[in-house]
């Protein structure tokens, strides 16, 4: 197609991409949107692969992270929007070569219709890969596999993971693609490759953890002031948790108290009179509570979860692993400053990255633990696996976001982690939303976004790694390893063939064609 409608179609593409995850979420469209971004990529030259890449970037992350200028305006979302679509560009360009080598390469046709649809769907894990590692950590937000939470598609990430449902999503579709280039419809065995893989992954199956008991969780929303901007006094925050969690103080059999992100926005480790709070609490209720707070050490500051007992205090604790670039600390702060000071002058108070494992023993039982972002973080999610954790506790808080399409985003990051972990996910929002989520993804109980209030649930809990955890990012790095290898492959063998093809008189359309 010209050049100006593969610059439509890939804006377009970005745009119907995004549909696919929450919160529209209509998650057949995110493989219109994947068709949309790779079609116009076909035949075209490097520089041209990365305009047409960049567009389709800025189509994606302009709608999907639009949520980012609730409160900051349009700055921190055009650089976050238009630094991530860099990344989509450069993989644009690796899968325009791999469009135009691997046919220069060896011109069978089962090599297009599999070897192509394998190294393009590499490339864009590739392409995932670098954006959930660079810089400062990446940010792993909008990978293919969140958009298919509640799809039959979703399974798979018990077996390989994220990146692995990734790939066979990019697959699927490029090898229709060929499938259809190719016009390979006169002979219906060629479409056997896809049309086994697109069966082989609806069918399959979740691995199968192993049943280990419940858990009864209390878990509450208060839905206080705990946005950024919110006008509070101290305490404030942790007065409207008490009150949503007064009605539970006549429920028998509670076996752990669970709050949100910043649910104590008084440190009761430097606070007396909340650790008599928090005391009394456990006392009435007979139970542990997890909560978070900001915590101190000499001049560095924490986004801490404690696991607090009635007589002891805090007896075991983690901080967040990952804290949020430009969010809660500025890296490089002498640039930025010197870039937008009224902006990062918001950010007065810096987090430091937390060093302990992401579990609490409750007693018996093991949770795994993830502080708000840190749940689209593959490694630590594994890390509290390996350790025993028999549940999750995700802690969140979305007050920043009200209203906006990030609080769903994220948790159909939670469900896919409750499937490709094989454990009970308990998500609790200051503000929502708040779900427990089963090991098999489905919603069990629910708080109103928005709204005040407290669940108790009991909780299945399961015991079993899934393969997904036991390969962990083995399955990355050998999709990673794997498509740069083949890409290269691809040149070299193409270029070596070059001779030959100019020698036979046949062109680049030619070859292509067979």
């Given at each position: 197609?010209?050049?100006?409608?593969?610059?439509?179609?890939?804006?377009?593409?970005?745009?119907?991409?995004d549909l696919g995850f929450p919160d529209v979420g209509a998650w057949p469209l995110a493989f219109v949107g994947i068709a949309l971004a790779l079609v116009p990529l076909i035949g075209r030259s490097a520089w041209a692969a990365f305009h047409i890449g960049l567009?389709?970037?800025?189509?994606?992350?302009?709608?999907?992270?639009?949520?980012?200028?609730?409160?900051?305006?349009?700055?921190?979302?055009?650089?976050?929007?238009?630094?991530?679509?860099?990344?989509?560009?450069?993989?644009?360009?690796?899968?325009?070569?791999?469009?135009?080598?691997?046919?220069?390469?060896?011109?069978?046709?089962?090599?297009?219709?599999?070897?192509?649809?394998?190294?393009?769907?590499?490339?864009?894990?590739?392409?995932?890969?670098?954006?959930?590692?660079?810089?400062?950590?990446?940010?792993?937000?909008?990978?293919?596999?969140?958009?298919?939470?509640?799809?039959?598609?979703?399974?798979?990430?018990?077996?390989?993971?994220?990146?692995?449902?990734?790939?066979?999503?990019?697959?699927?579709?490029?090898?229709?693609?060929?499938?259809?280039?190719?016009?390979?419809?006169?002979?219906?065995?060629?479409?056997?490759?896809?049309?086994?893989?697109?069966?082989?992954?609806?069918?399959?199956?979740?691995?199968?953890?192993?049943?280990?008991?419940?858990?009864?969780?209390?878990?509450?929303?208060?839905?206080?002031?705990?946005?950024?901007?919110?006008?509070?006094?101290?305490?404030?925050?942790?007065?409207?948790?008490?009150?949503?969690?007064?009605?539970?103080?006549?429920?028998?059999?509670?076996?752990?108290?669970?709050?949100?992100?910043?649910?104590?926005?008084?440190?009761?480790?430097?606070?007396?009179?909340?650790?008599?709070?928090?005391?009394?609490?456990?006392?009435?209720?007979?139970?542990?509570?997890?909560?978070?707070?900001?915590?101190?050490?000499?001049?560095?500051?924490?986004?801490?979860?404690?696991?607090?007992?009635?007589?002891?205090?805090?007896?075991?604790?983690?901080?967040?692993?990952?804290?949020?670039?430009?969010?809660?600390?500025?890296?490089?702060?002498?640039?930025?400053?010197?870039?937008?000071?009224?902006?990062?002058?918001?950010?007065?108070?810096?987090?430091?990255?937390?060093?302990?494992?992401?579990?609490?023993?409750?007693?018996?039982?093991?949770?795994?633990?993830?502080?708000?972002?840190?749940?689209?973080?593959?490694?630590?999610?594994?890390?509290?696996?390996?350790?025993?954790?028999?549940?999750?506790?995700?802690?969140?808080?979305?007050?920043?976001?009200r209203g906006t399409d990030e609080n769903e985003q994220q948790l159909a990051i939670a469900r896919l982690r409750a499937i490709e972990t094989g454990r009970s996910v308990v998500n609790i929002s200051t503000v929502g939303t708040s779900q427990v989520i089963d090991?098999?993804?489905?919603?069990?109980?629910?708080?109103?976004?928005?709204?005040?209030?407290?669940?108790?649930?009991?909780?299945?809990?399961?015991?079993?790694?899934?393969?997904?955890?036991?390969?962990?990012?083995?399955?990355?790095?050998?999709?990673?390893?794997?498509?740069?290898?083949?890409?290269?492959?691809?040149?070299?063998?193409?270029?070596?063939?070059?001779?030959?093809?100019?020698?036979?008189?046949?062109?680049?359309?030619?070859?292509?064609?067979?």
């Amino acid at each position: 197609m010209p050049l100006w409608a593969a610059l439509l179609v890939s804006a377009a593409g970005g745009v119907v991409y995004d549909l696919g995850f929450p919160d529209v979420g209509a998650w057949p469209l995110a493989f219109v949107g994947i068709a949309l971004a790779l079609v116009p990529l076909i035949g075209r030259s490097a520089w041209a692969a990365f305009h047409i890449g960049l567009v389709f970037g800025l189509g994606f992350y302009l709608t999907h992270v639009s949520w980012t200028t609730l409160y900051l305006g349009p700055v921190p979302w055009l650089a976050l929007s238009i630094f991530e679509s860099l990344f989509v560009a450069g993989g644009a360009v690796l899968i325009a070569l791999a469009y135009r080598w691997v046919p220069l390469a060896n011109p069978s046709s089962w090599v297009r219709l599999i070897g192509l649809p394998l190294l393009v769907a590499g490339l864009w894990v590739l392409r995932e890969a670098a954006t959930g590692t660079l810089p400062y950590g990446g940010f792993p937000w909008g990978r293919a596999a969140q958009s298919q939470s509640e799809s039959p598609f979703a399974q798979v990430v018990s077996w390989v993971g994220s990146s692995g449902l990734g790939f066979v999503m990019v697959v699927i579709v490029a090898g229709a693609i060929e499938w259809v280039r190719l016009r390979e419809w006169r002979d219906l065995r060629t479409a056997i490759p896809v049309a086994a893989l697109l069966v082989v992954a609806v069918a399959v199956p979740a691995w199968p953890t192993t049943p280990a008991g419940e858990l009864r969780v209390a878990s509450v929303q208060g839905n206080g002031p705990a946005g950024y901007f919110d006008e509070r006094a101290q305490g404030d925050i942790l007065q409207t948790q008490l009150d949503a969690t007064a009605p539970l103080l006549d429920e028998d059999g509670i076996d752990v108290l669970l709050w949100p992100e910043g649910g104590s926005d008084i440190d009761p480790t430097r606070s007396p009179e909340v650790a008599r709070v928090f005391d009394s609490l456990g006392d009435r209720l007979d139970a542990p509570i997890v909560l978070n707070t900001v915590t101190t050490d000499g001049e560095r500051f924490f986004n801490t979860s404690l696991l607090w007992r009635s007589g002891e205090g805090a007896v075991d604790r983690f901080s967040k692993r990952n804290p949020v670039p430009f969010g809660e600390y500025i890296p490089d702060r002498w640039f930025y400053d010197a870039l937008v000071p009224d902006l990062t002058g918001l950010v007065q108070r810096g987090y430091s990255p937390g060093t302990e494992p992401p579990v609490f023993d409750l007693g018996g039982t093991v949770t795994g633990l993830a502080i708000c972002f840190d749940v689209i973080y593959d490694d630590l999610i594994w890390e509290g696996a390996r350790d025993g954790a028999e549940l999750y506790m995700f802690q969140t808080n979305n007050a920043d976001f009200r209203g906006t399409d990030e609080n769903e985003q994220q948790l159909a990051i939670a469900r896919l982690r409750a499937i490709e972990t094989g454990r009970s996910v308990v998500n609790i929002s200051t503000v929502g939303t708040s779900q427990v989520i089963d090991p098999t993804g489905r919603t069990i109980d629910a708080l109103p976004a928005y709204e005040a209030g407290a669940m108790v649930t009991d909780v299945e809990l399961r015991e079993g790694l899934t393969p997904s955890v036991v390969l962990g990012g083995a399955v990355p790095l050998l999709l990673v390893i794997g498509s740069i290898a083949g890409l290269i492959a691809a040149g070299v063998l193409a270029q070596r063939n070059a001779p030959r093809r100019a020698g036979s008189g046949r062109g680049v359309d030619e070859v292509s064609a067979g």
